[in-house]
């Protein structure tokens, strides 16, 4: 199974909206952190399920990197791939 | 822009904790024990429910005649590091005699126990390798993974299936793969399923590493921690530990079958870089280690303590973890709750610790309470009964 990254992002965006407390209003720009007001604890365990959905995994470093939404399907799309 | 702007939202917290309690719960202050299980605050008698001093050795008779022998002997402090001027014959007898207690062959011992775990996870994770931390890892093991140069991969709290899961992801990567858990996890109690966690450890080839903090003194037949109580210590390559639970003190350790943890010492910086224990601390640790092992009864007393303590909780409809362990994590629903029932304990005379998220597990606060062997059934009664007081006093809307 090979993922785009906007395959990801939609994946991403659909798991998000299941949670009523996120904005409606998201997309692939928006920012994990201060737009969806996640703080650190919320992102790991959101980026846990995400994973668990993928079959991957995503060291914590990586994660440091990570802004928005599109960066987070990149760098899941990246390790996929071996990356 | 000022460099203090990062810490003005944590400053707006503190204030409306203030403002919906009255009191810093940061900021609170024995003023001075009067025993193990009771202290000062505020001027008043108060009952210490948040202490981790699991066994009452801080008090311990002859870990206090040691440490004045110790310190009379040879001065306060040893001014440098364990690499340098640092270390004294003390230094190796406490080794030794860690390293018996546990049965194994080597062992470090560190200024703190955070300092353990930030060194021996840090240094043994190196770059190219992997380490595996349960999501509810204590900050110490968190910190160790930015201090080190691994990749980190969170596995899902006491799951060991997950772990399996995400080990079977890397196994073909060439790194070598540290697990890390927990014995009993600080916030909630709740103690690792540690026999499916050796197990996973030997069908995957990885190496494990379990933080014995507030299992050592508390569980296993000899008080050797959770690996003992499940019968797997030959399955755990590292044990780390604290001195300032069980036994009373303060300082940490690592033991270990391998010999190579010789060659930790020349790698760890956080054992390099800072100053040893001064000889009272290790005298003092010394002593209550022998009391320890010459009362046995102190871990069934603590145990049956912990037992009456969630029993009475759970009677009064409050929410704990399943698992009876010293540490007892009572969770509820929202902050405002939490702050007002902990300033009114307080001000009934009962200590225990106010932890908020992010720092708890799941988003919800806990009023985090540890049990010791030296509470007498009728301070455990004394402190149930200050909690249903308590609850009665808060108002229907929190």
Redesign the interface.
């Known amino acids: 199974m090979s993922e785009t990254v906007q395959d990801v992002s939609a994946l991403i965006i659909n798991k998000l909206l299941a949670n009523p407390k996120v904005p409606r209003d998201i997309n692939g720009s928006s920012k994990i952190v201060e737009d969806l007001a996640f ?4 992102v ?2 959101f980026v ?1 399920e995400i994973e668990d959905e993928l ?3 995503v ?4 994660l440091a990197e990570i802004r928005t939404i599109d960066d987070l399907a990149e760098c899941i799309v990246s390790l996929k791939k071996g990356g | 822009m000022s460099i203090f702007d990062k810490f003005r939202g944590v400053e707006q917290r503190l204030a409306e904790l203030q403002a919906e309690g009255g009191r810093n719960p940061f900021s609170v202050v024995i003023e001075r024990p009067l025993s193990s299980t009771v202290g000062i605050i505020e001027g008043r008698e108060t009952l210490l429910f948040g202490t981790n001093n699991y066994l009452g050795l801080s008090q311990s008779p002859r870990a206090i005649e040691a440490a004045v022998k110790a310190v009379k002997a040879r001065g306060v402090g040893t001014t440098g590091s364990r690499i340098a001027n640092g270390t004294q014959s003390l230094h190796e007898q406490l080794e030794q005699r860690i390293a018996s207690f546990f049965h194994q062959k080597h062992c470090m011992v560190f200024s703190t126990g955070y300092q353990a775990n930030l060194g021996m996870i840090s240094t043994l994770a190196g770059k190219g390798d992997y380490l595996l931390l349960d999501a509810d890892s204590h900050a110490s093991i968190y910190d160790a993974s930015r201090l080190g140069h691994a990749q980190v991969i969170r596995f899902r709290h006491n799951d060991p299936d997950d772990l399996h899961k995400r080990l079977n992801r890397i196994k073909d990567e060439p790194g070598a793969k540290l697990v890390v858990v927990e014995g009993i996890y600080s916030m909630t109690g709740n103690v690792v399923p540690m026999a499916e966690m050796a197990a996973v450890k030997r069908e995957t080839g990885s190496t494990l590493l379990v933080d014995e903090a507030h299992s050592f003194g508390v569980l296993g037949p000899n008080g050797r921690g959770v690996a003992e109580a499940a019968g797997v210590e030959d399955d755990v390559d590292f044990i780390v530990g604290t001195f300032s639970k069980s036994l009373g003190t303060v300082g940490g350790y690592c033991v270990s079958r391998h010999p190579e943890l010789e060659l930790v010492r020349l790698h760890c910086r956080p054992y390099m870089f800072t100053a040893s224990l001064p000889p009272e601390v290790i005298a003092a640790t010394m002593a209550a280690l022998d009391d320890m092992e010459a009362q046995p009864e102190l871990r069934t007393r603590l145990m049956d303590n912990a037992a009456r303590f969630h029993a009475g909780l759970n009677r009064l409809g409050l929410t704990t973890g399943k698992t009876v362990s010293p540490v007892v994590g009572v969770v509820l629903e929202t902050i405002p709750e939490a702050i007002m029932l902990w300033n009114t304990l307080l001000s009934l005379g009962l200590y225990v610790n106010l932890s908020l998220p992010p720092a708890t597990p799941d988003h919800h606060p806990l009023l985090r309470c540890s049990v010791m062997a030296t509470h007498t059934s009728e301070q455990i009664d004394r402190a149930v009964e200050i909690f249903g007081e308590a609850m009665a006093r808060l108002p229907a809307s929190a």
Do not use: F, G, Q, T
């Open positions: 703080d650190s604890l919320a790991m365990n846990m079959d991957v995994s060291p914590l470093d990586r």
